[in-house]
């Protein structure tokens, strides 16, 4: 392990050396990168060590950092060298300028104040029924006896649930247009990711289509704005869009553009994480029978710790997002080495979690874990950490609980082959590559 160090450097950078690393070329690193990342930053820690450099598109010069001291410096590191929204920047083109995941220090932190009431304690509890009838009316089609894919279904699923937090909305035309086309932005591939940052890809074929779908999908966010502005019940309304426009001052009040890149954002960022935390649960869990009867009466008995415990465990061994990202503004010293400016360094989440200085027998699945105070925010991250941390987290942990009660109380899992399905990189997530398949009967 190496002495924990994150900070500004105080004049001595050159006295210091720089992260170890691979010297291949920058084109193979991204696409190993891109394609292989759950692999390849697990083979480079086992290589180098905790902190290591390399090299991809666009970003170009990354530091991993998987020691829980550093990571934990980091996310404690001041705004104003850490920038996470320059980060992301590769999510600009369809969250925009404003969105609190692409923006930094003060703008940031009038955005994330204005989107945090929606989604503290009061409000949360406020939508698990809404979230448990979802749930019911999807699971209620599963199809007994037949392997289907259950990513599939919980794609459907979150998408509706996010639909009516963000809007709170049900039904319309203009909805299920929405429902439409914001179907297909949110349905994007690492393939889809280039052409949003390459303005001659977006006049053809499948990344002209992305284009399209994303300015209709635009039309139909401001001129849901526009009505809400003036909804008669716009006061009693509780979804975040609704929120959104009674919050601020009159000096400050979000823009339209503003308030569209929020919910993009929050679409987004909601939607598909939260269906593959779903996929990967019964992935495990119909492949671990017993953890699976203790799941199904923790569902009986209403023990939402050991349901809580299978979501997290699951996102612990099958992390959805495998690391996040800080640019830096100046250079810093990191485990004894020299960061320049203008590197990403990232926290890696999925080498943290499935290392075995973190975790006893990190490869096998077992909820318990965190009932029996072996886990810790030191190495359970899955949501990042810090002033960045995810804003979502709380409702995600509430969604998928009160879907695997709704699944556990009804029916039993199988998987359809006993091999384990492959990690599939999926833009920014990882999903089970056959999309969780499974066979079900009625309990
Ligand atoms: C299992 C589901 C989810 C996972 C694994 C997940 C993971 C993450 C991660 C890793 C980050 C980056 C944190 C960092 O940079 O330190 C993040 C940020 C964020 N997430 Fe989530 N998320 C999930 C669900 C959600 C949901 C349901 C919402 C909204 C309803 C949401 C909204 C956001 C937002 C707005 C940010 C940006 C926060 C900021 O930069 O201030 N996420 N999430």
């Known amino acids: ?93 369809v969250m925009g300028e404003h969105s609190v995941l692409t923006t930094d220090e003060d703008e940031h932190r009038r955005i994330r104040a204005l989107l945090t009431p929606p989604f503290t304690g009061a409000a949360l509890r406020g939508y698990r029924a809404m ?14 006896g037949r392997p289907f894919r259950s990513h599939t279904s919980m794609q459907r699923l979150t998408f509706e649930v996010i639909l009516r937090v963000v809007l709170g909305v049900s039904d319309g035309p ?10 297909g932005v949110i349905d994007i591939s690492s393939l889809d990711i280039f052409g949003w940052h390459n303005a001659r890809m977006q006049r053809v074929g499948r990344w002209r289509r992305n284009r399209e779908l994303l300015l209709r999908s635009d039309e139909l966010l401001y001129a849901e704005i526009a009505d809400r502005r003036v909804a008669p019940d716009l006061a009693e309304r509780t979804d975040v869009l609704s929120r959104l426009l009674q919050a601020g001052t009159e000096e400050d009040v979000l823009t339209d553009a503003e308030l569209r890149d929020q919910l993009v954002t929050l679409l987004l960022a909601g939607h598909e994480t939260t269906a593959t935390a779903l996929a990967w649960c ?8 017993e953890t699976q009867a203790a799941a199904a ?23 959805v997002i495998y690391e996040v990202a800080r640019r830096t503004t100046e250079p810093v010293t990191v485990g004894g080495f020299h960061v320049p400016a203008g590197t990403t360094v990232m ?97």
């Open 347 to 443: 926290p890696a989440i999925g080498v943290v979690q499935t290392d075995p200085a973190q975790h006893d027998d990190p490869e096998t699945f077992r909820p318990e874990r965190f009932l029996d105070g072996s886990t810790s925010t030191r190495n359970w991250l899955p949501f990042g950490g810090g002033v960045r941390r995810c804003l979502g987290a709380g409702f995600a942990l509430m969604e998928v609980t009160e879907v695997l009660r709704a699944v556990l109380g009804r029916y039993q899992l199988a998987p359809d082959r006993t091999r384990r399905e492959q990690v599939k990189p999926r833009n920014i997530t990882f999903t089970p590559a056959r999309g969780a398949r499974v066979i079900i009967t009625n309990r």
């Open 131 to 144: 979230v448990a009838d979802i749930a019911e009316q999807e699971v209620a089609r599963w199809p007994i």
């Open 1 to 93: 392990m190496t002495a924990s160090t994150l900070r500004p450097q105080d004049g001595q950078a050159g006295q210091l050396p720089t992260p170890p690393g691979p010297r291949v070329p920058i084109a193979l690193q991204s696409v190993l990168f891109a394609t292989q990342r759950h692999r390849l930053l697990r083979l480079l820690h086992r290589r180098y060590g905790s902190v290591f450099a390399f090299q991809v598109f666009p970003e170009r010069d990354v530091v991993s950092i998987s020691d829980p001291n550093d990571i934990k410096e980091l996310f404690a590191g001041p705004v104003t060298t850490f920038h996470a929204g320059e980060g992301n920047q590769i999510l600009k083109p």
């Open 297 to 319: 009466k923790a569902a009986d008995d209403a023990d939402d710790r050991y349901l809580e415990a299978v979501a997290k465990e699951a996102m612990r061994l099958r992390p």
């Open 174 to 183: 203009r909805l299920d247009e929405l429902r439409r086309t914001l179907g």
């Open 282 to 289: 019964w992935h495990e869990l119909s492949r671990s029978p």
